[in-house]
């Protein structure tokens, strides 16, 4: 036997795999860790800057409604006074309800809660807000902020 290990008894051999199992099964709990952490983490503007409407088209004290970042996200464009623009996501924090605008009261309205505000009650936090940017008579959604 010159020049080769010794050979490994089935019970070294049985340890021999399991730490290698182990070692494996380690490495797929942190890789499937850190995947769910960027999925959680990631970054709201991925959909870029877009157009969602020109000035002209959102009433004073009422609003528009568009989908940003993508096509599943409904969001509302409000104009609250005449050349004042804001916009929130249109989707309740707690329950994912379809928040709108009530004109009539001038508020947003969640079916679930008659607010789009956490004032009290199940909703952990505001809305998210999409901040906007103006160019002459166009407003672009440039990205979601947290609520």
Known sequence: MSGSAPPHSSLEQGFINRAARRQVLRKAVLASGALAALGFARD???GGERPIARTTEVPVRGAVYFTYPTKDDHDILLQPEPGRFVAFSGRCTNLSCTVSWN???G???CPCYNTGDAIA???SRPL??????QDA???YAVEELAG
């Open 103 to 105: 004109p009539e009261k």
């Open 137 to 139: 008579d166009t407003i």
């Open 128 to 133: 998210p807000r999409i901040r906007l940017r």
């Open 107 to 109: 508020n947003r309205h």
């Open 121 to 123: 009650g199940p909703p």
């Open 44 to 46: 709201r503007r991925w």
